[in-house]
């Protein structure tokens, strides 16, 4: 059996987010909420540039973390 390389499977992947209008709203709603989950969990009323940068980084991992389990 072939195994496929990790560039393989990304452009599999990408074709068919860019082709499945489904999936693609999929995955925009699953970044979104992501992010929208971590902004929330601050606590913080204001919120600046160093803080919206934080949570942006730990949304994204909170999504891969969702996409790889």
Do not use: P, W
């Not at 489904?22 to 919120?47: C, S």
């Amino acid at each position: 059996m072939k195994t496929m390389n990790y560039q393989e499977a990304l452009k599999i992947v990408i074709k068919n987010i860019n082709n499945d209008e489904e999936l693609r709203q999929a995955f925009v709603a699953n970044i979104a909420m992501a992010f929208k989950d971590e902004y929330n969990r601050t606590g913080k009323k204001y919120k600046n540039q160093g803080d919206v940068h934080s949570i942006a980084n730990k949304a994204a991992i909170n999504f891969l973390n969702s996409l790889c389990a």
